[in-house]
């Protein structure tokens, strides 16, 4: 695992999970510091779970995500922070894509290897963990080689926030790919790494959180109100039996570049003390072999 400490503040926005704190439980497993922001009337329930010491209570309640994001960004710039997490609370862990196999890894190391390389450069704005979910690593009996990162994509879940970016969380549907387009429409680049996942249940498998604005035609309502924000960017149509939005032409118009900053890059590789240790029986061949 090795023991990294990421040199940003992390913070939780969190209602009505303290019963399954899946985030707090990996940060409190891998030993990596944070905060959770909460109501005032669900602080007691937190405060079992995280400690009080851990809590940040907003000042106002029942005003949905959004309004706890922002909060959550004028914390951080206040702290002095260059940069800081934003984690939502239903994530049961990190995983590396290490070849061809998704595993489990240490949340530590996986945030400071991010910090690392964002920091490599001048204009990432916006840097964010792929699902594991959305990268298979077989296609048939062919293997999968994806790219550590993707330039210029969609952010979600997980953001890493430069705070000395304009732009804030608009709206109370899709704040996170309005996030990414404000930050790309300005000429800031994002990052979406596959080098390092993230693991999650399906939507809507937990109660709290925002689980009320999928009910009823709240997934229409999600993709119209993005739709109506980028007109021209942003379409409506039907995937898998719902509505969805849809960046037109993808995310490839979006084509600034990296611009790096002063100075030699690392050379070689850095494992950042991250071993392969066999946590239970190995059943697939495939994976023997890379363990033994």
Known sequence: MGKRTPR?????????RAH??????MF?????DFKVVVEENDAEAYAKVAG?????????????????RNFIYEHAVATGAERHWQFDDDIKSMRRLY????????????????????????NVAVASFNSWFFLPVTAGTTRIDWPPFYLNSRCYT???????????FRGRYNEDTDMSLQVLASGMCTILFNAFLIDTPETMQHSGGQ??????????RMARELERRWPGVVDVYRRFGRPQHHVKGLWKKFDTPLKRKPGPLPKGTNEYGLTLTEVAP???????KLVR
Not at 20 to 25: D, E, Q, R
Not at 101 to 111: F, G, I, T
Not at 211 to 217: A, L, P, S, V
């Open 158 to 168: 997980v953001f890493l926030l430069s705070n000395k970016m304009p732009n804030r």
């Open 99 to 122: 070849r061809g196999y998704k595993l489990k890894c240490a949340a530590n190391v996986a945030l400071v290897a991010a910090e690392d390389f964002v920091d490599r450069y001048e």
């Open 282 to 288: 190995i059943q697939h061949a495939g994976l023997r």
């Open 52 to 68: 009080e010491e851990r809590l940040l209570i907003l000042p106002e309640s029942g005003r949905g995500l959004v309004y706890s």
């Open 211 to 220: 689980t009320d604005i999928y009910i009823n035609d709240g997934r229409l």
């Open 28 to 32: 409190l497993r891998d030993g990596v």
């Open 8 to 16: 940003y503040p992390i913070y939780i926005p969190s209602k009505g």
């Open 20 to 25: 399954v704190p899946y985030t707090i439980k």
